[in-house]
């Protein structure tokens, strides 16, 4: 039987994120649970771009905080953190997002996240060769530390899709590539989780982040932290909070194969407050399967004709390159037309390979996901 802790929180006060938090973590089991006093541990945030705590795209320092003080007060010191973001520095991305200043007022390191090494493993379902930042392979342990958001290419991003992090940045682009479709995608983010076996997960879910996440999506309140050592039965918790069949989010679906977790209702055990007092029927996400999509060959046409696709709104772009810069196919499946920098890129749909990194992390949500015409006859976005 999974547990998840499901406890009410509903401000980023700090006092108030701790309290909630203990709770949580004394009905799972408490800190010597999941890490010793002589073991060094990561604390491995969601720190996707370098953008403030209140645009709810990375942990919240407050939530960050408290995790680390109250395994520090159990004895548990020898603390670090980190995550490698899609286009920014770590460093740079700590420090916006206000965890760089929570982490020096408990003596806490920044890991090294922007250099890694080669590892094999044997036992994966889709993907036996990573490079995983220094951070990460010189620690002991890790608590995972996501933030409940929507997510384009898996329609939520929780606690499985959090260890992507753990790939110094300019290689996550190459995964896109080699790797187009969702289902096998998922996989090897199962496959990383397997291999790194995170000890927890806490996720900040005090402040959503619904539509057009993960980081150009509208704040959402939750009111919620939840904390577990299965993230299959976390992430699936997180479902019937925002109204999602756990069976459209191709992470959870592989994790349960893979043996990561479970998501099958008797066999998860909900603890602290009610469920159902924190269920959202009206957030915003979509509600449907995912589509597998794998770009090239006789088929192609067909595939661009159903599969959803990115789109620029014109009038929201500040033509700051990041979408032409993060996109990882050669050549791009967007750029300057004509070399002219003074107008929004535009796309060559026949080269994307929807992977969706240019919504990802524009950071002005000029960037969404349109279904194509023929698909809007099948799908209702409002369906419950």
Known sequence: MSKVALIRCESYDYNTVKSAIKRGLDLIGGPHKFAAPDEKIL??????????????????????????EIFMEAGITNLTYGD?????????????????????????????????????????VQNKKFIIANGVLDCDGIISL?????????????CVKN???CIPGPLKGEFHVRIPSITDFAKMLVDINVYLKP??????????????????????????ILLSSDPIALDATVCKM?????????????????GLGTY??????????????????????????VKPFKPGGAIQFLRNSIVPKPFIIESKCIKCGVCVNVCP?????????????????KYTYRRCIRCYCCQELCPESAIHIRLPFIRKFFYNPNKK
């Open 199 to 224: 000890r927890l997960f806490v996720m900040d879910g005090i402040m959503a982040m619904e539509g057009n996440g993960p980081r150009g999506g509208t704040p959402k309140k939750m009111n919620a």
């Open 163 to 165: 260890q992507f992090g």
């Open 264 to 289: 099958d209702e008797n066999e998860i055990e909900i603890v602290g407050d009610d469920l159902q007092s924190f269920i959202a029927y009206d957030f915003d996400v979509r509600r449907e399967p």
């Open 84 to 124: 490698s973001p899609g286009i920014h520095k770590p460093i740079t991305a700590a420090r916006k997002s206000g965890l760089e200043q929570a982490a020096k007022e408990l003596g806490i390191k920044l890991a090294d996240f922007s250099e890694g090494k080669e590892v094999f493993f044997e036992n994966a």
């Open 43 to 68: 604390l491995k945030p969601n720190l996707v771009s370098a953008d403030p705590p209140e645009k709810c795209a990375t942990t919240h320092p407050s939530v960050f905080k408290a995790v680390a």
């Open 146 to 158: 996501p933030k409940l958001k929507t997510h384009g290419f898996a329609r939520m991003t929780g």
């Open 242 to 258: 925002i109204n999602l069949n756990p069976e459209f989010v191709p992470t959870i679906v592989s994790g349960k194969e893979a």
């Open 329 to 345: 196919v050669k050549p791009k499946a967007l750029g300057w037309h004509n070399n002219n920098k003074n107008e929004a890129p």
